[in-house]
């Protein structure tokens, strides 16, 4: 038993809450239990939305035959973006808003889960997209009830957003990074399913199990919930508590499979039983991660992904430079890592030990380092922020882009500062 998490002293928070969808199924053609499902809540008119890599696949066809057979009419959304953009969401939402829905599916990775929460959000409640997002950029206003019912089938193993209430987007104008984040866009049920993963091409297959591997190291390690102050009203809980018992639990688990799998799966697609733990690790870390938040890798990630200008990875070439969300806190994160160590040794040598069993307590930060990179590199992924075309130029941007995300730098195990920050991007440009 962790004594932090026992602390009572009248002014710090004493509570954590786990919210999840009304149902989660996993396992092997559990996507093909759509319709019954979708019946099950009622819904007789959909929208499905999906990516654009997935529309001419035999899983879409399962997908929208499941509904069909059924009697539910479906309406399809083909359009969305890798990391998608407010000004696409707001071109689909008014391309959906005069259809009669009464219930959403979204089938595709991270983006197409968050494009259709978003377009839930909207047409439930039409209002200004920026009410909903997250402060200082957005208002953060939450909705004033539930939204229709949703059902999230996640195709590549890597955000968990099928259990989260959090979604990320991109506002153009600005050229930044943010969210909305509010108990009400989590899916109402969440059908994960391993075998649609298996077309998911190598180099999106690590991309998303880094984001995985993150998401866990980064809840595990996030200051517990009991160092923030106890609030007033339950409603003032934040959807991010910081670590709980419950999310170190599934983050060990989740960094395990990780470790074992990750290669696997990138090296042959096919492999069923390394496709299985991968998405049970997401979905896993997703819980985790869901309600006890992220830190300072994802933090950083933000303005990489914003900013990059030059990078066009292999399996992802949309005619956009792109810095995949896994990559773009995957690199940040070796260094990181390396940093914070030090203000958290006991649980970092619990994270260092599951990728060198070896490791000695006062090698902890030298370790994860040299091991994340050496990860990095097995999976063909750069391991300096130089090869996606940053330079020391960048250095100021990045580091005020980092700073912005205060909901997230708040649960780092260090109280980061600007100077600490821009150590560790130095570090990681290369
Ligand atoms: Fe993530």
Avoid: C
């Avoid at 954590?16 to 996507?31: Q, V």
């Avoid at 994270?351 to 090698?363: C, R």
Wanted: no cysteine.
């Amino acid at each position: 038993m962790q004594s932090i998490y026992l602390l009572n002293t009248g002014i710090n928070e004493t509570i954590f809450s786990i919210n999840l969808p009304k149902n989660i199924k996993f396992g092997f053609g559990a996507s093909k239990e759509v319709g019954f499902e979708a019946k099950k809540l009622g819904l007789k008119e959909v929208l499905l939305v999906v990516g654009e890599r997935l529309y001419n696949s035999k899983l879409f066809e399962d997908v929208k035959y499941s509904l069909e057979n059924k009697d539910i009419k479906v309406h399809v959304l083909n359009r969305v973006r890798i990391e998608p953009e407010d000004e696409e969401i707001l071109n689909s939402y008014r391309e959906i808003k005069n259809l009669r829905i009464d219930g959403f599916v979204a089938l595709g990775g991270g983006s197409t889960i968050d494009t259709t929460k978003a377009l839930n959000l909207l047409y439930t409640y039409p209002s200004d997209l920026m009410d909903y997002v997250n402060k200082p950029v957005g208002k953060s206003l939450h909705p004033p009830g539930d939204l229709k019912p949703m059902i999230a089938i996640p195709t590549t193993g890597g955000t968990g957003s099928e259990t989260t209430s959090v979604l990320v987007l991109d506002i153009k104008k600005l050229k930044i990074k943010t969210g909305i984040s509010n108990p009400y866009i989590r899916p109402t049920v969440a059908l994960i399913d391993p075998l649609t993963t298996v077309t998911v091409p190598p180099m999106v297959t690590a991309s998303t199990g880094l984001d995985v591997l993150n998401h866990a190291i980064e809840s595990y390690t996030a200051k517990p919930y009991t160092a923030k102050p106890m609030v007033n009203n339950p409603e003032e809980r934040p959807v991010y508590a910081g670590s709980t018992p419950l999310s170190e639990i599934f983050g060990i688990a989740a960094i395990e499979y990780v470790l074992r799998y990750l290669k696997r799966a990138v090296a042959n697609p096919y492999d069923l039983e390394a496709r299985y733990y991968l998405m049970l690790a997401s979905s896993i870390a997703g819980i985790g991660f869901g309600h006890a938040g992220t830190h300072l890798p994802h933090a950083m990630a933000y303005p990489i992904a914003g900013m990059v200008e030059r990078w066009y990875p292999e399996d992802y070439e949309f005619g956009y430079p792109i810095a995949p969300h896994g990559i773009a806190t995957a690199i940040p994160a070796a260094y990181a890592f390396n940093f914070l160590a030090l203000y958290d040794e006991e649980r970092f040598y619990n994270v260092t030990s599951l990728f060198d069993s070896n490791v000695n307590f006062g090698e902890v930060p030298e370790v994860i380092k040299e091991s994340y990179l050496n990860l990095l590199e097995n999976l063909r992924i750069p391991t300096t922020l130089k090869e996606l075309g940053f330079s020391k130029e960048n250095l100021e941007a990045l580091v005020n882009g980092t700073m912005a995300q205060q909901r997230l730098l708040s649960l780092s195990p260090k109280n980061v500062t600007k100077k600490d920050v821009e150590k560790i991007f130095l570090e990681a440009i290369g």
